[in-house]
């Protein structure tokens, strides 16, 4: 066999090689989605929650129940989920929360601000309680920094959509004051 051939069956091996380990990782990935989005919609169920919008992200899902204005957050973490439920008439505020890592003023010139970013969250201020809730968009552990842009719009339009729900609540309390 010539060196031309002998090179050519290396490279369509390893070529085949990571197809199948992409192929293997993609179903992965699909089935842990499912098995979490089965998750949510059990507790969903089990909470009676109807949902009039909801954001499936890698390691999270966020569903919005509108006329009840409940928020169920479910994330997984190590195989396990963790569930949340806000009542949107104990939230303060919703806003957009950006974690970042010490920056160095000498590296702060040569790298890009979005390479110290921890995560981005949007973060509920809670009537009864010292520490908010947070509902984790981006964590650099999960995500690449090229999901940044994507994600961050994505919290921002919940955060600006809780938000509204929220001054409506406001407003109507303020017309109808409790004495």
């Not at 051939?5 to 699909?30: D, F, G, R």
């Not at 973490?77 to 303060?92: A, F, G, P, Q, S």
């Not at 920056?103 to 702060?108: A, D, G, L, M, R």
């Not at 961050?152 to 729900?165: C, D, Q």
């Amino acid at each position: 066999m010539s060196h031309l051939a002998i090179a050519l069956i290396i490279v369509l091996s390893i070529s085949i090689i990571i197809t199948l380990l992409i192929i293997m990782h993609n179903k992965q990935l699909k089935a842990r989605k499912n098995s979490m989005l089965s998750f949510f919609k059990h507790t969903g169920t089990t909470y009676n929650l109807s949902f009039t919008g909801q954001e499936i992200l890698r390691a999270m899902i966020i569903g919005l129940d509108g006329p009840k204005r409940k928020l169920l957050i479910a994330e997984e973490k190590n195989e396990e989920y963790n569930t949340r439920i806000i009542d949107l008439d104990e939230v303060v505020a919703c806003k957009v929360k950006k974690v970042y890592a010490a920056i160095n003023s000498h590296e702060y010139k040569k790298n890009k601000p979005e390479e110290y970013l921890k995560s981005i969250s949007v973060e509920f201020e809670l009537v009864n309680s010292e520490t908010p809730a947070l509902a984790f968009f981006y964590k650099n552990s999960i995500n690449s920094i090229y999901e940044i842009h994507e994600l961050e719009a994505r919290a921002r339009h919940w955060a600006m959509m809780l938000s509204k729900m929220l001054k409506a609540e406001g407003q109507s309390l303020q017309k109808n004051p409790i004495s």
